[in-house]
């Protein structure tokens, strides 16, 4: 069973970076699909990234251009970059591994989350 533990949140200035990462416990090589999804309060969970088992990626329209997912199956890890970031990309930001055509209800595996805060 694997298990996900995120890092790398904190507070920035709008137009800064971070980097998230997504520390598995078991192989991720696993899981058809990892991703990134996000959820501020009082909105709705978000699919920020995709990336699957062949390597192919997603992208919210939101963050495209702005966010790369990768995964580093030696070290059972899984990025997501984020430049340019916006107020608009406050939120929890949690890691999920999926199975099957991994849909978002494909998902069901993630971690506790870690906190992003953009200030304008």
């Known amino acids: 069973q694997v298990q996900l533990l995120e890092s790398g949140g904190g507070s920035v200035q709008a137009g800064g970076s971070l980097t998230l990462s997504c520390l598995a416990s078991g192989n991720i090589n696993s899981a058809h699909c990892m991703a990134w999804f996000r959820q501020a309060p009082g909105k709705e969970r978000e699919t920020v990234a995709q990336?699957?088992?062949?390597?192919?990626?997603e992208y919210a329209d939101s963050v495209e251009g702005r966010f790369f997912i990768s995964q580093d199956n030696a070290k059972n890890t899984v990025y997501l970059e984020m430049s340019d970031l916006k107020p608009e990309d406050t939120a929890m930001y949690y890691c999920?591994?999926?199975?099957?055509?991994?849909?978002?209800?494909?998902?069901?595996?993630w971690g506790q989350g870690t906190q992003v805060t953009v200030s304008s």
């Open positions: 999920a591994a999926g199975r099957g055509l991994c849909l978002d209800s494909d998902y069901d595996r």
């Open positions: 990336i699957y088992s062949g390597g192919s990626t």
